[in-house]
């Protein structure tokens, strides 16, 4: 078994960045800027937006967070939104979900100017992926994909089980497996939650993604050997080992799924990483385009 250690592939795309800034200083240009926006006092929000200002300080990217309590209304997001889409010093948004319920999530995501959208949500970078179109793709899907190119692992005329069918991560993590690229190239099934005989979908399985949001729910029993396990799920969960009072587990039961497969994902330390440094290139890209455009 090998592990696919994202949090090492992540620090060696943040050296890649670094230098690339380093580069755009020399030619007297100013760093990318990623833009945050957060609601509420969500501990797991916090530590995701905590880790992706850290990592831009890092590699010396500008970053900026906007705090908004609970209550905030979807005008006030508006405003604020429409504010950083004009502005020429930020090159990239991202609105750290979940929002609050009487927030429509997906009007505000949708509002973002999709040239900033590096979160790769917005309903035109979703359709220039689908159709193979320069893009921001989706950040953990991006992960995904950089994590299969960076371990070699053979995904053509594989069998791909896709567990989860969410916009951010199930639905176009499919896509991107499916397409006529040379890390893709698989032959996609996507399940979900309607979905019967599941454990018949995974024993056959050469590669799972599983992105369903329940903990340890992909057991041993339901993969068969030397199969690739992408665990996308990242769960809290109580324990008296740590200081915290938790630990971080994801949706595959790793310690014994581990003796079975060929490659496999750990939580923390795997995918998650890889939705940062899909940030973090996405907000350079963005910057290039809004920097280069006007010298
Ligand atoms: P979601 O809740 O939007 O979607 C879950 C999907 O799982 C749904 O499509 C549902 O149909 C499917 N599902 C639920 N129960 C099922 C069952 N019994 N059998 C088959 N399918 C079932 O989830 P999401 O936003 O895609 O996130 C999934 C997990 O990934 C969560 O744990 C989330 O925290 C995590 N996540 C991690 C990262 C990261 O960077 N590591 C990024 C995004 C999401």
Request: proline share 5%; with cysteine; glycine share 6%.
């Amino acid at each position: 078994m090998e592990l696919v250690d994202g949090k090492k592939l992540l620090a060696k795309v943040k050296l890649e960045l670094k230098s690339e800034v380093q580069k755009m200083a020399h030619s007297n240009l100013r760093p990318p800027h990623l833009s945050a926006i957060l609601v509420g006092d969500d501990p797991a929000s916090k530590t995701y937006i905590n880790a992706k200002i850290k990592s831009c300080e890092e590699i010396g990217f500008n970053s900026s967070v906007f705090k908004y309590s609970e209550n905030v209304s979807e005008t006030e997001l508006l405003n604020k939104i429409h504010e950083i889409n004009q502005s020429k010093e930020i090159d990239g948004l991202i609105v750290q979900l979940p929002l609050p319920k009487h927030i429509n999530s997906d009007f505000i995501t949708h509002s973002i100017d999709y040239k900033k959208d590096v979160d790769g949500f917005h309903p035109i970078n979703m359709g220039r992926m689908v159709l193979g179109l320069d893009c921001f793709v989706p950040a953990t899907p991006f992960g995904i994909m950089s994590l299969l190119e960076e371990y070699n692992i053979e995904t053509s005329g594989k069998s791909c089980l896709v567990i989860g069918r969410s916009h951010i991560v199930g639905t176009p993590v499919s896509i991107l497996m499916s397409r006529n690229k040379k890390r893709a190239n698989s032959t996609v099934t996507l399940a979900h939650s309607k979905t019967k005989n599941l454990t018949s979908l995974t024993k056959e399985a050469d590669i799972i993604i599983a992105a369903i949001g329940i903990p340890h729910f992909i057991k041993d029993t339901m993969v068969k050997k030397g199969c690739v396990i992408i665990d996308v799920g990242i769960h809290r969960v109580p324990s008296d080992k740590t200081k915290s009072g938790y630990r971080l587990v994801g949706d595959v039961d790793f310690d014994k799924v581990k003796e079975k497969v060929s490659f496999i994902t750990p939580v923390p330390g795997g995918v998650g990483p890889m939705t940062i440094a899909s940030l973090l290139k996405n907000t350079l890209f963005s910057a290039k385009k809004i920097i280069y455009s006007r010298t």
